[in-house]
């Protein structure tokens, strides 16, 4: 069936990909992007729907390389249709889906069920990853090469950390064979212990128990090393402190399969949002200090940090009501990616091309995707952002079944007020 033709007149065009940001109109036939074209007054075609941008930011679908969903198994947290909802909310129109579900994903029927759950259950599009090793445990590793059959797009063990150098090896120079690439979120749980917050004086003061830093950046070294060794496809899940991106860059100079990703949260956050014991901002990593923050905003316009995500992990009442140190980690973001990262244009830290081409094209790139850039061809993936708009994130708002935001009340400017998968409408700000 043909779908409807539609323009999109009006509007400045920005594609991180190509550089470009310029008036224009934008072209959608059957789904795809059929035309660019530097008039923003381009006559319509017979027949096709016309939207008016009025001079707002249109700009590719956001990418996020970690969601959370709690489907199968953890439905009361979060399913596929409540995550697409959330995603489209916030100009995310790809997100890959992390294994740590019950059961794993660590199976090619469970990936290849996701995958036909996503397309008739969610408005955006979900991409499954994959679990490094079975049952997430560290041991022993899965079928990487009927993995990729079945739909995953990359290899990870999601929340967990994979503590065995022996296993870790293994499992780089197999995904290697098949080019899949390794995302790998890196924790020392023994240099981790009992912490609950990062490690320093505001720790002690809040009489909290300390992660050092130590706990993210010794095990980040040792994967550096075996990816340098092995030739894997590596990529630092989330690195959150000065010395990660230190470690990131030196590996850069002489590997060009390294990259590495932030959680908008440690972005835009630090410890001091821990100061009233609220939950929400209990995370994994934790919430660093300014220092770190700052580090990992050098990161992002420096180009050591490929890449931004919403780390979106919906937890419940129960696991979030509880005193600080006993509390799960986790928060929702994918309504909000976009806006907390437009504190960073907006204050001037980091140029609005770069800050977009870590949530759009950076990721799509080291995934493979045919996402994240507005070309002829290319899926008709985009987003309306009015980045003049101010907003506050409210309870009562949350398109997410778990309600566990670290923003909530927060103030913003720049908001998505439409959103377009493969040239139909998903969302529609009111």
Same mark, same amino acid.
């Given at each position: 069936?043909?779908?409807? /033709?539609?323009?999109? /007149?009006?509007?400045?065009? =920005?594609? *991180?990909?190509?550089?470009?940001?310029?008036?224009?109109?934008?072209?959608?036939?059957?789904?795809?992007?059929?035309?660019?074209?530097?008039?923003?007054?381009?006559?319509?075609?017979?027949? +096709? &729907?016309? =939207?008016?941008?009025?001079?707002?930011?249109?700009?590719?679908?956001?990418?996020?390389?970690?969601?959370?969903?709690?489907?199968?198994?953890?439905?009361?947290?979060?399913?596929?249709?409540?995550?697409?909802?959330?995603?489209?909310?916030?100009?995310?129109?790809?997100?890959?889906?992390?294994?740590?579900?019950?059961?794993?994903?660590?199976?090619?029927?469970?990936?290849?069920?996701?995958?036909?759950?996503?397309?008739?259950?969610?408005?955006?599009?979900?991409?499954?990853?994959?679990?490094? #090793?079975?049952?997430?445990?560290?041991? &022993?590793?899965?079928?990487?090469?009927?993995?990729?059959?079945?739909?995953?797009?990359?290899?990870?063990?999601?929340?967990?950390?994979?503590?065995?150098?022996?296993?870790?090896?293994? !499992?780089?120079?197999?995904?290697?064979?098949?080019?899949?690439?390794?995302?790998?979120? $890196?924790?020392?749980?023994?240099?981790?212990?009992?912490?609950?917050?990062?490690?320093?004086?505001?720790?002690? #003061?809040?009489?909290? /128990?300390?992660?050092?830093?130590?706990?993210?950046?010794? *095990?980040?070294?040792?994967?550096?090393?075996?990816?340098?060794?092995?030739?894997?496809?590596?990529?630092?899940?989330?690195?959150? $402190?000065? $010395?990660?991106?230190?470690? =990131?860059?030196?590996?850069?100079?002489?590997?060009?399969?390294?990259?590495?990703?932030?959680?908008?949260?440690?972005?835009?956050?630090?410890?001091?949002?821990?100061?009233?014991?609220?939950?929400?901002?209990?995370?994994?990593?934790?919430?660093?200090?300014?220092?770190?923050?700052?580090?990992?905003? &050098?990161?992002?316009?420096?180009?050591?940090?490929?890449?931004?995500?919403?780390?979106?992990?919906?937890?419940?009442?129960?696991?979030?009501?509880? *005193?600080?140190?006993?509390?799960?980690?986790?928060?929702?973001?994918?309504?909000?990616?976009?806006? +907390?990262?437009?504190?960073? =244009?907006?204050?001037?830290?980091?140029?609005?091309? #770069?800050?977009?081409?870590?949530?759009?094209?950076?990721? +799509?790139?080291?995934?493979?995707?045919?996402?994240?850039?507005?070309?002829?061809?290319?899926?008709?993936?985009?987003?309306?952002?009015?980045?003049?708009?101010?907003?506050?994130?409210?309870?009562? !708002?949350?398109?997410?079944?778990?309600?566990?935001?670290?923003?909530?009340?927060?103030?913003?400017?720049? /908001?998505?007020?439409?959103?377009?998968?493969?040239?139909?409408?998903?969302?529609?700000?009111?």
């Amino acid at each position: 069936m043909m779908q409807r /033709k539609l323009i999109v /007149k009006n509007a400045r065009i =920005v594609d *991180p990909a190509s550089g470009r940001d310029a008036p224009g109109s934008l072209l959608v036939e059957d789904g795809r992007i059929a035309s660019l074209s530097n008039s923003p007054a381009e006559p319509a075609p017979e027949g +096709a &729907e016309v =939207v008016d941008a009025k001079g707002m930011l249109l700009a590719p679908g956001l990418v996020d390389m970690r969601v959370f969903v709690g489907e199968p198994g953890y439905e009361y947290r979060e399913t596929l249709k409540s995550a697409g909802k959330a995603a489209a909310a916030g100009g995310v129109t790809t997100f890959v889906a992390m294994p740590d579900t019950d059961p794993v994903l660590d199976d090619i029927a469970l990936v290849e069920f996701i995958a036909r759950r996503a397309r008739s259950e969610a408005a955006v599009n979900v991409r499954p990853s994959a679990a490094l #090793t079975r049952g997430l445990m560290g041991e &022993e590793i899965t079928e990487y090469g009927l993995l990729k059959q079945s739909g995953a797009v990359c290899l990870t063990d999601g929340k967990k950390s994979i503590q065995s150098s022996g296993v870790l090896r293994a !499992a780089f120079t197999y995904a290697a064979s098949f080019d899949m690439p390794v995302v790998h979120h $890196t924790v020392d749980y023994g240099l981790r212990g009992q912490g609950v917050m990062n490690e320093g004086l505001f720790a002690t #003061t809040l009489g909290l /128990k300390g992660i050092p830093r130590e706990a993210e950046t010794v *095990p980040l070294a040792r994967d550096l090393q075996l990816a340098a060794l092995t030739g894997v496809r590596y990529h630092a899940a989330q690195i959150s $402190t000065a $010395t990660s991106a230190d470690l =990131v860059a030196a590996a850069k100079a002489s590997n060009a399969r390294v990259s590495a990703g932030a959680s908008v949260n440690n972005l835009s956050l630090n410890e001091l949002d821990v100061g009233s014991y609220r939950t929400f901002f209990k995370l994994s990593p934790p919430l660093r200090a300014e220092a770190d923050r700052l580090a990992m905003v &050098e990161a992002l316009k420096n180009d050591i940090l490929d890449t931004i995500h919403s780390a979106h992990d919906p937890q419940d009442s129960e696991g979030k009501r509880q *005193p600080f140190a006993d509390a799960k980690n986790g928060a929702i973001g994918l309504e909000t990616l976009l806006a +907390a990262a437009l504190r960073l =244009v907006h204050d001037g830290s980091v140029p609005l091309l #770069t800050v977009l081409r870590a949530m759009t094209s950076r990721p +799509a790139e080291l995934l493979g995707l045919e996402a994240g850039r507005l070309v002829v061809g290319a899926p008709a993936d985009f987003i309306l952002v009015n980045l003049d708009y101010p907003w506050t994130y409210e309870e009562s !708002a949350i398109r997410s079944r778990s309600k566990n935001t670290p923003f909530e009340g927060a103030r913003f400017t720049g /908001k998505v007020m439409q959103t377009f998968v493969a040239g139909e409408t998903v969302f529609t700000h009111a």
